[in-house]
């Protein structure tokens, strides 16, 4: 299992905090050994499991120029029409991703193409499944025109847990399908606006995979 560039530092620290409060408690309290083995055993249980969310797995990706593919794992919790009101100003079929504490975290590229702008905008930490998340939340706005000439926009969401949005791109940059370009800490969620003619593969509660399952055909 590879462990994502933005866990390595992060793991490294609680790794000698963890150590350091275990040994601190041996140290003081040696005779307690019922309570050292409960400490050590939450504290490795809560290592492993800050250890699974910072997992970066090998995609394989089939890309396909019709296909958008889902930019995070996590569970569809939006599938709806709607007015995007950043970028477009009309209306937009949008499909919401939400990533809990448990999913892999990697943000990955729906389809190839050119970023046309990149934007990221401070701001609340509501849970990541409000409706206002969308628009009031930490977040970053991507528009990203496929070879196809038809733009799309992928935002990343920060949540009440994530408060770190993290990407490696900006405006002018090109992107395959299935390409990393950021990843968001711990629980979060993602929105992608298409063309309302969008052949829709997806429904609400259906599990996602980045960069495998197909959330439409344009």
Do not use: C
């Not at 993602?190 to 995979?209: E, R, Y």
């Amino acid at each position: 299992m590879t462990i994502h560039k933005e866990g390595q530092g992060f793991l490294s620290v609680l790794i000698i905090l963890l150590l350091a409060l275990n040994l601190v408690l041996f140290h003081y309290f040696p005779e307690q050994s019922t309570i050292l083995y409960i400490v050590a055993g939450i504290s490795f249980f809560f290592f492993i499991m800050v250890l699974q969310f910072f997992r970066s797995p090998t995609v394989n990706v089939h890309t396909n120029p019709t296909h958008i593919l889902a930019p995070a794992d996590g569970k569809v919790v939006v599938v709806e029409k709607t007015v995007e009101r950043e970028y477009f100003k009309d209306e937009r079929i949008q499909i919401s991703i939400f990533m809990s504490p448990i999913n892999v975290h990697v943000n990955r590229s729906p389809a190839k193409g050119s970023v046309k702008l990149f934007k990221y905008h401070p701001g609340k930490y509501l849970v990541a499944w409000h409706p206002k998340s969308s628009t009031e939340n930490e977040r970053t706005t991507m528009v990203l025109t496929l070879d196809s000439g038809v733009d799309i926009v992928v935002r990343q969401i920060a949540g009440v847990l994530a408060r770190r949005i993290k990407y490696y791109i900006s405006a002018g940059e090109r992107l395959q399908q299935g390409e990393e370009f950021g990843f968001i800490k711990f629980g979060s969620r993602l929105d992608v606006f298409l063309p309302t003619k969008s052949k829709i593969k997806v429904k609400t509660g259906m599990k996602t995979k980045a960069g495998v399952t197909v959330l439409a055909e344009i």
